[in-house]
């Protein structure tokens, strides 16, 4: 009997395997999050995380009016089946809502699953590479000593690698600095909040953020920067070369990767290392980049990269380029994704670290879960599926809050990336 022939065994019937109901559930417990809930006729459940961060309801309704009236009937163990009736049935392809609430369908699946085979996720994947994921936290301060200080803290907690943000002199809201510390949460007004960037006093200040935390720090500690697309090509291989001296683990999302060669000029002029990618939904928009080597973490998260389906071959194309792993995390994914991405991480060959921004209280107590943070790195737990739940009841005393992201104007009022 073949594997696949064995896991459809073990799961029971057609009959028992049949999708009878899906429900998109709205939270905002600290933050809005949109979940999908799949039902079989046996009473087995899988969910599945469809954030988009500032764009959460556009999803909800994706899912409500195109995708679950094409879920009931189907059969929840032909996983690789449903994700290519969802994309490559649907003719208006890819983009983030799309792949967002084919993500939440996928993960909700594979959920099912683990259930039904009694096993954990990253089983159903090969099994363990590695027994816990490299994690980094987010240090954050309006000032080098700020920042310096809550590096600090996190080595304190046991992190051996730490994204490190600080205020600028002259630029009023830089980003990445947050009054919260663990979290660092954007989306914090009805309509946008605009920043005003100045390219040239962050070019001047980083590196003296850097070496700062060097001189306090040594050398062991892994540090992590994130550009956040502020910058043109050039203006990003000058920041990297200058950065060299500092070791950092990555330079994250340098420059907007839409022109995937804008790439090539910065690997021409800098060894500091570079991720990308946790704006991208297919490996369409990673493709040149990896293929021609021009980065060195893919940083596409499962939420918002078509799920496991999907970010597997993501992952496998990566890694016959040298390519590694390194998940976006931040708050703007739920529990569901983190679980489901921990199982990734403990199975995929081409791992590299995972972002974890810790969740609020409020979020963990809406997502039960039995993942685990210790010594640097966060261990997936043993549950069938990815350990994840949804306390229903918890999450409708959250309604919805309209948020979204801020938007960015240089100092003479133009228009720029934020």
């Given at each position: 009997m073949t594997t696949e022939a064995a896991i459809h065994t073990s799961v029971g019937t057609h009959r028992d395997r049949e999708i009878v109901a899906a429900e998109v559930i709205v939270t905002c417990p600290a933050r809005n999050f949109v979940t999908l809930k799949i039902v079989t006729r046996s009473g087995v459940t899988g969910i599945g995380d469809a954030t988009l961060n500032g764009r959460e309801l556009a999803v909800a309704s994706y899912l409500k009016d195109h995708v679950v009236p094409n879920l009931i009937g189907r059969d929840a163990g032909r996983i690789e089946d449903t994700w290519q009736f969802f994309y490559r049935g649907a003719y208006w392809r890819r983009g983030p809502v799309?792949?967002?609430?084919?993500?939440?369908?996928?993960?909700?699946?594979?959920?099912?699953?683990?259930?039904?085979?009694?096993?954990?996720?990253?089983?159903?994947?090969?099994?363990?590479?590695?027994?816990?994921?490299?994690?980094?936290?987010?240090?954050?301060?309006?000032?080098?000593?700020?920042?310096?200080?809550?590096?600090?803290?996190?080595?304190?907690?046991?992190?051996?690698?730490?994204?490190?943000?600080?205020?600028?002199?002259?630029?009023?809201?830089?980003?990445?600095?947050?009054?919260?510390?663990?979290?660092?949460?954007?989306?914090?007004?009805?309509?946008?909040?605009?920043?005003?960037?100045?390219?040239?006093?962050?070019?001047?200040?980083?590196?003296?953020?850097?070496?700062?935390?060097?001189?306090?720090?040594?050398?062991?500690?892994?540090?992590?920067?994130?550009?956040?697309?502020?910058?043109?090509?050039?203006?990003?291989?000058?920041?990297?070369?200058?950065?060299?001296?500092?070791?950092?683990?990555?330079?994250?999302?340098?420059?907007?990767?839409?022109?995937?060669r804008s790439f090539e000029l910065i690997r021409k002029h800098t060894v500091t290392p570079l991720a990308v990618g946790e704006v991208f939904n297919s490996i369409w928009d990673c493709k040149h980049l990896i293929e021609n080597q021009l980065i060195d973490y893919i940083r596409t998260t499962i939420v918002h990269g078509g799920g496991i389906t999907h970010v597997r071959r993501l992952a496998d194309f990566a890694a016959l380029h040298g390519v590694r792993t390194g998940f976006h995390g931040a708050t703007d994914l739920s529990p569901a994704c983190m679980g489901a991405a921990l199982h990734f991480d403990a199975w995929v060959p081409n791992f590299g670290i995972q972002e974890y921004m810790r969740h609020a209280p409020e979020t963990d107590e809406v997502f039960p879960h039995d993942y685990s943070f210790k010594d640097g790195r966060l261990f997936c737990g043993e549950s069938p599926g990815h350990g994840v739940t949804i306390d229903e009841k918890l999450a409708a005393k959250y309604p919805y809050s309209p948020k979204q992201l801020p938007v960015a104007r240089l100092e003479d009022g133009t228009m720029w990336d934020w």
């Open positions: 799309t792949m967002t609430a084919i993500a939440a369908v996928d993960v909700a699946l594979w959920d099912i699953l683990g259930k039904m085979t009694k096993q954990p996720l990253y089983q159903l994947l090969g099994g363990r590479s590695r027994e816990g994921a490299l994690v980094y936290g987010h240090a954050n301060g309006k000032d080098i000593d700020e920042c310096s200080a809550e590096v600090g803290k996190y080595v304190a907690l046991g992190y051996k690698a730490i994204r490190a943000q600080s205020g600028v002199p002259g630029i009023k809201k830089a980003y990445g600095i947050s009054n919260l510390k663990n979290a660092y949460e954007p989306a914090e007004s009805e309509l946008p909040l605009e920043t005003v960037w100045s390219t040239s006093k962050y070019l001047e200040f980083v590196p003296k953020l850097f070496e700062r935390l060097r001189n306090d720090h040594g050398d062991e500690i892994e540090l992590l920067h994130d550009v956040h697309h502020r910058l043109t090509p050039i203006e990003a291989a000058r920041l990297g070369k200058s950065l060299e001296p500092f070791h950092l683990f990555w330079m994250e999302d340098s420059t907007p990767a839409e022109n995937q």
